[in-house]
Nanobody
Framework: QVQLVESGGGLVQPGGSLRLSCAAS????????MGWYRQAPGKQRELVAV???????DYADSVKGRFTISTDVARNSVLLQMNSLKPEDTAVYYC??????????WGQGTQVTVAS
């Protein structure tokens, strides 16, 4: 069992920045994929960004050029730097740990609200 704890959400004005952090209870070194997803009210959960073994990253088209995903293996953490935030980025953001079909975990989520 892996526990994931997100932090860094909050209220920010349009154009602002936030940095989300997800701390895992066990080592993330060498796992298949870690990522961030989000769910806005009334919408399905969607992929925001993932980082795969070897460091390859993938982003949703809506966040490319604005968000950056990275890992801090020493701290067992995955980070999401979010710049140039827009109101449509408002959602609950969830951390995901995926090391195979029987080894998938989710964090509890952190609220990000972009409003003036």
């Amino acid at each position: 069992q892996v526990q994931l704890v997100e932090s860094g959400g909050g209220l920010v004005q349009p154009g602002g920045s936030l940095r989300l952090s997800c701390a895992a209870s066990s080592s993330i070194f060498g796992i298949n994929v870690m990522g961030w997803y989000r769910q806005a009210p009334g919408k399905q959960r969607e992929l925001v960004a993932v980082i795969k073994g070897g460091g390859r990253t993938d982003y949703a088209d809506s966040v490319k050029g604005r968000f950056t995903i990275s890992t801090d293996v020493a701290r067992n953490s995955v980070l999401l730097q979010m710049n140039s935030l827009k109101p449509e980025d408002t959602a609950v953001y969830y951390c995901n740990y995926n090391n195979g079909p029987r080894d998938i975990y989710w964090g509890q989520g952190t609220q990000v609200t972009v409003a003036s």
